[in-house]
């Protein structure tokens, strides 16, 4: 979603990073690009005077431009501002002394509330609790059968039951069964309203009144822009949020609403979705966020991620080990699984500081490739897959027939795979120690001053 504005971002920073020394006049022109910026994002208007207002007052400070490293110290200064508009992280389930929690979303129709409250649920459990879903919705019935798919589908416990009662009743219910079944938190996934709706509003209070929620997070869609802020605002004067639920952050909006909607409607986000699966939805960091915008990266959630990914990973492929303990295709094959759980290429890419730019501009980074790797892989037997010697020019082209590739590509992934396998024991043996090894890697590296290192 930031790409665009982030790519702005770094190329406004490399102009002033080329002064040897800024002057006041450099900084507002630096200032009008980021405003021009800032407004294309579509970021409120309001927002954007007052952050560049802050910007300047700081940026012209006279310590600022007297310094050996005024453009970092101009970075920095609109890290912090970025960061102001996000507002402070808020910790969300947080020790309140009663059980169940309650959690109600609420928020107007497609903005995708049912599949947050069931990403809700996953990242609830993961984090060690025991949440139990509710649909409230009873106007549209596909409303709860969706909600007790996506539960089946993760195993995740949904409140449904037999006899159709009002909204109200089912919150009611859904909340003594998880009192009787030992559940932490109830997530009530409430009707899509309008806030101008006076029916849907009277009974969004009679919920809350029957529930006594102890959170109400409004999901709102980021796709639409200032119309999030605007709505959100609506529905936190009629009905007090406690905080926000921005879907679809993996799409081609401009970015707007994140940093506008915490200034303009004073309610902190606290979660962000950035894609289909039950996975793909992360407690909100602001710092994190800024990071990226920025092309700073932001490796604790690449970290995250991959710990995630690669957590029922098993250690040993089934078979057994291969002959000497080496690298094989088998464990290329489970690696480039645990980067397909971890989500997108390009998203993972830009986690990675100083990739995101360029990723986005360089076509061998392509996510299909994996796929067409993973294909010509699954392709082969398990012992080919053990012992790539085996893989003559018959069977080659049985891997590319199977695959749908062309024997080019088997070729070159085979190719590919020698010199990984390759690498991987000149480091084993560098880091065991052995001279040879050592010696050898630091001349494929010619580290100057190294012993044996080329002249």
């Keep these: ?44 208007f309001k927002v954007v005077k007052a952050f560049v207002a802050r910007v300047r007052d700081r940026a012209v400070d006279r310590k600022v431009l007297d310094s050996l490293t005024p453009a970092q110290q101009v970075v920095g200064i609109v890290r912090d501002e970025l960061l102001a508009l996000f507002g402070k992280q808020r910790p969300v389930f947080g020790a309140t002394g009663r059980r169940p929690q309650v959690v109600l979303l609420i928020g107007l129709q497609g903005s995708g509330k049912t599949t947050t409250a ?48 009002s909204a109200a009743a089912r919150a009611r219910s859904a909340v003594e069964q998880a009192r009787a079944d030992g559940f932490d938190t109830v997530i009530v996934d409430t009707a899509g309203r309008l806030h101008v709706d006076d029916v849907l509003m009277s009974e ?13 997070l409004y999901v709102a869609d980021a796709m639409t822009g200032q119309d999030a802020v605007k709505s959100a605002g609506e529905f936190h004067r009629r009905a007090a949020i406690t905080g926000i639920v921005l879907t679809k952050m993996d799409g081609d909006a401009r970015g707007g609403a994140a940093l ?5 409607v004073g309610v902190p986000i606290v979660f962000s979705g950035c894609g289909e699966r039950l996975e793909d939805l992360e407690s909100f960091a602001p710092d994190r966020m800024v ?33 000497g303990g080496d690298f094989t295709l088998e464990d290329l094959r489970r690696q480039l699984a645990v980067i397909g759980r971890m989500g997108p290429l390009d998203q993972l890419l830009g986690l ?32 080919e897959r053990r012992r790539p010697a085996l893989m003559n020019g018959s069977r080659r082209r049985r891997v590319a027939r199977g695959s749908g590739t062309s024997v080019e590509e088997v070729n070159r992934l085979l190719k590919q795979f020698v ?34 290192a080329r002249r």
């Design 352 to 383: 990675i500081p100083g990739m995101g730019s360029l990723a986005a501009g360089d076509p061998e980074i392509d996510p299909r490739r994996m796929a067409r790797v993973a294909a010509i892989i699954d392709s082969m037997t398990r012992e």
């Design 1 to 44: 979603m930031f790409e665009v504005l982030g790519n702005r971002f770094r190329d406004i920073f490399a102009g002033i990073r080329g002064e040897v020394r800024l002057t006041p006049a450099a900084v507002e022109a630096a200032l009008r690009e980021i405003r021009l910026a800032l407004l294309e994002a579509d970021v409120n």
């Design 291 to 323: 990071s990226r915008m920025l092309g700073m990266g932001d490796v604790l959630t690449l970290v995250e991620r991959a710990e995630q990914a690669a957590a029922g990973q098993q250690a040993q492929p089934a078979g057994g080990p291969a002959p």
């Design 204 to 216: 969004l209070d009679e919920i809350a009144a029957a529930v006594d929620p102890t959170e109400r």
């Design 260 to 264: 506008s909607i915490v200034a303009v």
């Design 118 to 165: 069931a990403k809700l649920a996953h990242w609830l459990r993961r984090q060690g609790r025991r949440p139990l879903l509710v649909s409230v919705d009873v106007r549209r019935p596909a409303a709860v059968e969706q909600l007790a798919v996506l539960g089946s589908q993760a195993d995740l416990a949904v409140h449904d039951p037999a006899e159709r009662e």
């Design 419 to 452: 010199q990984m396998r390759r690498l991987l024991k000149t480091v084993r043996a560098g880091a065991r120690g052995r001279r040879p090894g050592a010696r050898g890697l630091r001349e494929r590296l010619r580290i100057p001053g190294a012993p044996g």
